[in-house]
Structures are given as C-alpha cells and as structure tokens.
C-alpha cells in the first residue's frame, strides 16, 4: 500500500508542469508547434484561416452568432479548446506558441443587426467624378495589354461581366496584408505581380475597378470600417469596390480579394444592402462567386466591416492629374443614423479627408457621365 501511495505521489509530482501548463495568467491555454490555426463555428469547420500571433494581444477572433449560441471550437496542430459562445460575449483563452510565446486570444460573440440609414431625402447633396473612358490611355493600356476585353467575351449581361472580371482579378495573386506597391494604380499593381510580389486588399479593390472602368463599366473602390474603428488597433477596415451595372440601372458590390458578389432573390447588392440582407434575410441571400468561396465564412468575415462605408468624389483612373475634392476633402463616409462619426483609424491615424452623410441618396446616386468634365461639388 506505502509502495502504492508513492508511485501515485510521484505520477502526480511529474505531470504537475503539464497539468500548470494549462492556466496561463488565470486563463487556460492550447498548446502549438504551428502558427496557424482552424475553427470551427457550428458545423462548419474553417482551415488554416487563422494566424497565432503573440504580438497582437488580445488577438480577436469575431464569432457570428445566428441564434441564441453558436458551439466554437478553435483548433491548433497538437491541441483544441471549445465554447459555447453568445452574443455580445467575449471569451478569452491563450495559444502557447512552441512551449515559449503565448498568445492572447479573445473570441467575440456578435449578432446580425440592420444599421439604419436615412432613406428620405430626395435629392442628393453631393456629385461625384466618374471615368468617362473616353480616349483615356492609361485604360487603353490597361485594356490591351491584359487584353480585358477576351475576359468578358460572350457574356450575357453586365453582371457576368463584373463576374468574370473579379474572379480574373482574384486570381492574379495571393493575399498579403503588409505588402504595398510601389505606385497605388492597376498597372503598377499588375506590373509587380508579374514580378512576383502580392498585395492587400486595397489593391485587389484599385486593379478590378479600373479593369472594370477599362470595358467601360463605371466603377469606384470602397472603404469599409468597423462600428470601433477608432479603438481597434489592427484590421478595422477593408476595401473592395462596386461597379454600377447600367442594364441593372443599380450599383453591385464586389470584393476581388475574395472573389464575390451578394445577390438577393436574383438580384445583385451594394455595399449596403448586402448589410441589410444579412441582418433580415440571411436564409435567402447567396454568394456569387466563380472560385466558390463559401457564403457562412464570407459573410461572418466581412459583416464587421459593414458600418461606415467610405468612396471618392473623384473616381476617374490615370495618374498625371489632380483629383477634384470638395471643401478640400476627398471622399464622403455614409455613417449610420445616430452612430459617432469617427475621427480616428485604428486608435492613431487621423481621418480628416471624409465629408460625412447619413443619407443613402447621397452615396447611391447614378453616375453622371456627361461628354464636358464634370466636377465634384455640392
């Protein structure tokens, strides 16, 4: 029995780093020897789509709640940990990073909620700048030496245009978020592809714009920016774009870095109205997308990003002129009703170029493509 007793005091002596290991700062720990990780959310099971990284602390993970809990497990290489996750909850836990490096994690429980804009005001307060493609020679190089046209051969309508020249352009590379170019245009960007290097973003947003300005369908990027972009400290916008297709008489929003287009009942979104169908008709909303990328994962990454939505006044493509601003500002931010208009990105960079609207009318009208050349004003 003594004998007993011992071999069990020194089994619990030598597991007792294992057992420690697992509370860090008083919160439990998964283990990791790779810096990249899986969730899953319900039942669907998302891969390689999260990094560890240790210098960002907390690092969030936002979690879509589309009932009263969603079951979250995350997953590392060698260990795992789940929750029953709700909304407007966080929950925190560490990843230890090859025995020395721990990174804080923190998932964040949300819902899905219409944002109110103003719908009533009949006449909009500001004119925008639109690429009128006539005689422009940087679309013309554009045009040719990607020979754009060859994309879009044979489709049947505006909209399978814009979809083949999005997934075109989401193919010319892989996403990296810390890469810039050299020059913020579509030649440049196309130009250092060639050369091997990739880009965030704001760039798949700028190349599929003036590709689609290049056939001459009016297009504009979009700014897009987090209900806190002002006290998150990393990732609190997005950029993509949308293009207005004229035998829809509508804008469509387009994300070239993921390659998609939401459509209700048949019919393709904005920017905005993509927010409202995820909040009121979720069931019914698609993602279309020639790379198939997965409606539950788009649409849970990109909801948070769906509160103030930022385009230029001046939305013409070259690089040799000045562009038209108003008041000296370049671009208008639509910003929810009631909601602060922010005033700085990402706790530090101010944002001091935006006109601010709450009015829809003002972001969502047509464009004006005249033969003179028309300027921003209001």
């Known amino acids: 029995m003594k004998k007993s007793f011992t071999f069990l005091f020194l089994m619990l002596v030598l597991l007792a780093p294992s057992f420690a290991q697992k509370i860090h700062m008083g919160l439990p720990v998964v283990k990791a020897t790779a810096a990249v990780a899986d969730y899953r959310v319900g039942k669907e099971l998302i891969k390689g789509n999260w990094n560890i990284m240790p210098q960002i602390s907390p690092d969030v993970l936002r979690v879509p709640v589309h009932k009263g809990k969603e079951d979250v497990t995350f997953y590392t290489n060698t260990d795992s940990i789940s929750f029953k996750v709700q909304a407007g909850k966080s929950y925190r836990f560490y990843v230890n990073l090859n025995d020395t490096a721990y990174a804080l994690t923190e998932l964040q429980g949300f819902g899905f909620e219409a944002v109110e804009f103003n719908k009533k005001q009949p006449v909009p307060a500001y004119t925008f700048v639109y690429e009128q493609n006539r005689n422009n020679a940087y679309l013309q190089e554009l045009r040719s030496k990607y020979n754009l046209d060859a994309i ?4 049947a309508n505006d909209t399978e245009k814009a979809l083949r020249m999005v997934n075109w352009v989401h193919k010319q590379w892989q996403h990296n978020g810390m890469n810039e170019p050299s020059n913020p245009d579509a030649l440049t960007i196309l130009a250092e592809v060639k050369e091997g290097k990739q880009f965030r973003c704001v760039e798949y947003g700028i190349v599929t714009t003036a590709c689609l300005n290049a056939i001459g369908l009016p297009a504009r990027t979009m700014g897009l920016k987090m209900k806190d972009v002002e006290t998150v400290e990393f990732g609190a ?22 390659d998609v287009m939401p459509v209700l009942n048949n019919v393709p979104l904005n920017a905005v109205e993509f927010q409202q169908a995820i909040a009121k008709d979720y069931s019914k909303l698609e993602i279309r997308s020639l790379s198939g990328t997965s409606k539950m994962q788009y649409v849970n ?78």
Request: proline share 6%.
């Open 301 to 378: 990454w990109v909801y948070p990003y769906l509160y103030y939505f930022d385009v230029k006044f001046d939305n013409r493509e070259g690089v040799a002129f000045e562009r038209e601003t108003i008041d000296g500002k370049s671009s208008l931010m639509l910003v929810p009703v009631g909601a602060k208009v922010p005033e700085v990105f990402q706790r530090k960079y101010k944002l001091d170029r935006y006109k601010y609207t709450n009015s829809l009318t003002d972001l969502y009208q047509a464009p004006v493509l005249p033969a003179a050349t028309t300027t921003a004003s209001r």
């Open 237 to 258: 916008g997005h950029v993509l774009l949308e293009v207005y297709l004229p035998d829809l008489q509508k804008w469509v929003m387009l994300d070239g870095q993921f």
């Open 152 to 155: 879009v051969a044979g489709a």
